[in-house]
Nanobody, 124 residues
Framework: QVQLVESGGGEVQPGGSLRLSCAASAFTLDFYAIGWFRQAPGKEREGVSCISSSDGSTYYADSVKGRFTISRDRAKTTVYLQMNSLNHEETAVYYC?????????????????WGQGTQVTVAT
């Protein structure tokens, strides 16, 4: 069972940047994807971005296109989410999650393994 651990959250000013990390407890070579999701108080969990383990294909929610970048290290042990031009609506707990295979989408139910989350707060 691969464990996922998020880090890199914190507080930033509006327009600022953060880079989140999702570290896996074990190295894997299977076909999967890692996604980033976020959930703010009183809101449903929403998909942010995902990346494929096989060819590095990426997918972004419309709300973050052009501002966020998802990437992975060469060993495929860590996935990053670079977040730029943050606004107050993006204050949330950010989770990384794993799904088998790949789809050009961010369907929450497809992701079966989840980390504990890291808090991102965009100051007023």
């Amino acid at each position: 069972q691969v464990q996922l651990v998020e880090s890199g959250g914190g507080e930033v000013q509006p327009g600022g940047s953060l880079r989140l990390s999702c570290a896996a407890s074990a190295f894997t070579l299977d076909f999967y994807a890692i996604g980033w999701f976020r959930q703010a108080p009183g809101k449903e969990r929403e998909g942010v971005s995902c990346i494929s383990s096989s060819d590095g294909s990426t997918y972004y929610a419309d709300s973050v296109k052009g501002r966020f970048t998802i990437s992975r290290d060469r060993a495929k042990t860590t996935v990053y989410l670079q977040m730029n031009s943050l606004n107050h609506e993006e204050t949330a707990v950010y989770y990384c999650a794993k799904r088998r295979g790949w789809d050009d989408s961010l369907v929450t139910a497809d992701f079966r393994s989840w980390g504990q989350g890291t808090q991102v707060t965009v100051a007023t």
